[in-house]
Structures are given as structure tokens and as C-alpha cells.
T-cell receptor, first 112, second 113 residues
Framework: NAGVTQTPKFRVLKTGQSMTLLCAQDMNHEYMYWYRQDPGMGLRLIHYSVGEGTTAKGEVPDGYNVSRLKKQNFLLGLESAAPSQTSVYFC???????????FGDGTRLSIL | AQSVTQLGSHVSVSEGALVLLRCNYSSSVPPYLFWYVQYPNQGLQLLLKYTTGATLVKGINGFEAEFKKSETSFHLTKPSAHMSDAAEYFCAVLSYGNNRLAFGKGNQVVVIP
């Protein structure tokens, strides 16, 4: 049972490039989340989804887009990467009405 | 609105000494409360949670936390620190009926031999 898997684990981009981070969960969870973690800031919610085909904005959505075409996958896209988006990105999932959230191991993204 | 306050970004504790991490929250409705631990280069792992019932909650690795409604607090303790407790700890709150966790800024715990 893999839980929540994030790919890639590391990536370096140049300013202006685009990329997609993939989150996959095998627990049949309805809810999925994307966070970013920055030193001294804790985790901040970027976007989340309460079910297949639905997405919603979190605290810091600007510069990111998401899609939830399949229940098990939640994609986070950066259309035009900026240095301010250098961060560690975490995906999480949970059952509807259940707790807690289960986290992936993170994607370390550096934008030069 | 819900929010979490964790004071002291870095906490140093001697091996064998008490670990105390403070968490205060604000929530307009009864909250669910969580402590997560993050080891280097890993994701967040649940230490313990409070939803309803007993206010003293025991978690993994000898940690426990007590929900005090009158103080809006959920402080994390461990009687005797071990070197393996060196990690970052996050308190989080979820208001009933909400889908979104609010996290504190975290405490980086350093254990001194």
C-alpha cells in the first residue's frame, strides 16, 4: 500500500518554464490537497479538491492551476515558473468526513 | 475563521528532559486538533489527534497532548526527550464542517546530547 505518492521528488526549473507535479493516492480518498512549505511559514494551502472533477482555491492559489480528472490523481501546474515559487510542495489526501490527512513525501522545486 | 499559533520557531531540549511545545488556536466552532511531525526530507506524519471525548490524547513515540477549551490550547508534551525526537512539529486545527486544515508555523526541535 503506497499511500500518497508524489512525482518528481526534485526538480530545478528556469524562470518562465512550465511543469506539472503529480500526486497519486491509492486509498480511494475523496479529498486531495496541495500545500507549499516555506521556512518559518508552516504549510500553506494552494488548492484542494473534494472530489473528481472539482477543485477550489486555498490560501495561496496565484500562479498555480490544478486538475482532478481521476479520483486517484491531483495535478499541480505551474504555467510560468517564478523564483518565488521555489518551495517544497506536499500533497495530502483524506476520506470524506474522515481525519487525518495523509501526506506524501514532498517535491523539492527550485526555480532559478 | 480558524488559525493556529506556535511560539518559538526553534526549541532546544536536553536528552532526557521534558519536551513541551505550545499550541493555541482560534476557531468559531468546536475544533478538531492535530499534531504532526516531520523528519528531514520526509512528509508529515500524524502524532496524535483530538476530535471528541477524552481531552488528554496519547500519540505515537510517547507524546501526548491535552485539549483545554478554556485556554484554547493543545500543548504537546513528552516526559523524556530522545535524540530521535529531533524533527519539526506542526500543530493544526480543523473546524467542524470545514474541509481545510490550518497549520501553525512549526517548531524545529533540537535535542542536545
Amino acid at each position: 500500500n503506497a499511500g500518497v505518492t508524489q512525482t518528481p521528488k526534485f526538480r530545478v526549473l528556469k524562470t518562465g518554464q512550465s511543469m506539472t507535479l503529480l500526486c497519486a493516492q491509492d486509498m480511494n480518498h475523496e479529498y486531495m490537497y496541495w500545500y507549499r512549505q516555506d521556512p518559518g511559514m508552516g504549510l500553506r494551502l494552494i488548492h484542494y479538491s473534494v472530489g473528481e472533477g472539482t477543485t477550489a482555491k486555498g490560501e495561496v492559489p496565484d500562479g498555480y492551476n490544478v486538475s482532478r480528472l481521476k479520483k486517484q490523481n491531483f495535478l499541480l501546474g505551474l504555467e510560468s515558473a517564478a523564483p518565488s515559487q521555489t518551495s517544497v510542495y506536499f500533497c495530502a489526501s483524506k476520506k470524506q468526513g474522515g481525519q487525518p490527512q495523509h501526506f506524501g513525501d514532498g517535491t523539492r522545486l527550485s526555480i532559478l | 475563521a480558524q488559525s493556529v499559533t506556535q511560539l518559538g520557531s526553534h526549541v532546544s531540549v536536553s536528552e532526557g528532559a521534558l519536551v513541551l511545545l505550545r499550541c493555541n488556536y482560534s476557531s468559531s466552532v468546536p475544533p478538531y486538533l492535530f499534531w504532526y511531525v516531520q523528519y528531514p526530507n520526509q512528509g508529515l506524519q500524524l502524532l496524535l489527534k483530538y476530535t471528541t471525548g477524552a481531552t488528554l490524547v496519547k500519540g505515537i513515540n510517547g507524546f501526548e497532548a491535552e485539549f483545554k477549551k478554556s485556554e484554547t490550547s493543545f500543548h504537546l508534551t513528552k516526559p523524556s526527550a530522545h535524540m530521535s525526537d529531533a524533527a519539526e512539529y506542526f500543530c493544526a486545527v480543523l473546524s467542524y464542517g470545514n474541509n481545510r486544515l490550518a497549520f501553525g508555523k512549526g517548531n524545529q526541535v533540537v535535542v542536545i546530547p
